[in-house]
């Protein structure tokens, strides 16, 4: 039986791969507990009695069957936040369509250690999730950030990186949602550093120590709009 005072999550479990790390991520939370399903019946069941605040669906393929699902569950309960987790993603999906729903995410496999015990914290803290448009690379590097409206200097490492954006763990210091900065990653393989501007997405404390920070690239005059609109 659920405990209906704790942040409950609802796994589709199309692909067993994955499964042990979700759960074992997700359970380390005590804010939080998952019901597992193997059916899509026993998924709008859930919905609509409102005995689940999130969906996790584990893929092996997102397919255009996967997305009806999704596009009639929001309609029931639209506020259901909605995580996709898949080995492989069909190029025939219309994204925009997913793209107008609140509360969604895609995660590609193989899962990066520690994706979910992130992702659990914010939806269980009330915190919004971004849907991810680009893919994500993992790496580790080296990164610099100085706050473009003071000197303020930061350090910490890059874990993933896409074309729109990136995730880093700062070593200490805080910084906010909607500061804007300038990056530089350290790419180890080609001696020499990628520059970027960004703004502070969202971020969470980590597991351990310091700061992770969920940041979108932005070019020179997202700069300058968003500077103006401080002033």
């Given at each position: 039986m659920?405990d209906?005072s704790?942040y409950?999550f609802?796994?589709?479990?199309?692909e067993?791969?994955g499964?042990?790390?979700?759960v074992?991520?997700i359970?380390?939370?005590?804010?939080c507990?998952?019901i597992q399903?193997?059916?899509i019946?026993?998924i709008f069941?859930?919905?609509?009695d409102?005995?689940a605040?999130?969906?996790?669906f584990?893929?092996k393929?997102f397919?255009?069957?996967?997305?009806k699902v999704?596009?009639?569950?929001k309609?029931i309960?639209?506020?259901?936040?909605?995580?996709?987790v898949?080995?492989?993603k069909?190029?025939n999906?219309?994204?925009?369509k997913?793209?107008?729903y609140n509360?969604?995410?895609i995660i590609?496999?193989?899962?990066?250690?520690?994706?979910f015990a992130?992702l659990?914290e914010?939806?269980?803290e009330?915190?919004p999730i971004?849907?991810?448009e680009?893919?994500?690379?993992?790496?580790i590097?080296i990164?610099?950030l100085e706050?473009?409206?003071?000197?303020?200097?930061?350090e910490g490492?890059?874990?993933?990186?896409?074309?729109?954006g990136?995730?880093i763990?700062?070593?200490k210091?805080?910084v906010k949602?909607?500061e804007l900065?300038?990056?530089?990653i350290?790419l180890d393989?080609l001696s020499?550093?990628?520059n970027?501007?960004?703004?502070?997405?969202?971020?969470?404390p980590?597991v351990?120590?310091?700061?992770?920070v969920?940041l979108?690239f932005?070019?020179?005059?997202?700069?300058?709009?968003t500077l103006?609109e401080?002033?």
């Open positions: 659920s209906k704790k409950t609802l796994l589709f479990r199309q067993s791969e499964c042990d790390q979700i074992a991520e359970g380390a939370n005590p804010l507990q998952i399903v193997d059916t019946r026993e069941d859930h919905a609509a409102g005995s605040n999130s969906l996790i584990n893929l393929i397919d255009s069957n996967t997305l999704i596009q009639k569950i309609s309960t639209p506020t259901l936040s909605t995580t996709i898949t080995a492989q069909i190029q999906i219309d994204m925009q997913l793209k107008k509360e969604i995410v590609d496999k193989p899962v990066k250690h520690g994706d992130l659990t914010r939806l269980a009330g915190k971004y849907f991810r680009h893919k994500r690379f993992n790496t590097q990164a610099h706050k473009l409206t003071s000197n303020e200097q930061y490492s890059v874990y993933t990186i896409s074309k729109g990136a995730y763990e700062l070593t210091g805080n949602p909607g900065f300038r990056v530089s350290k393989q020499k550093a990628h970027f501007n960004a703004e502070v997405i969202w971020t969470a980590k351990r120590q310091g700061l992770a969920g979108k932005i070019n020179e005059e997202q700069v300058y709009r103006l401080k002033v």
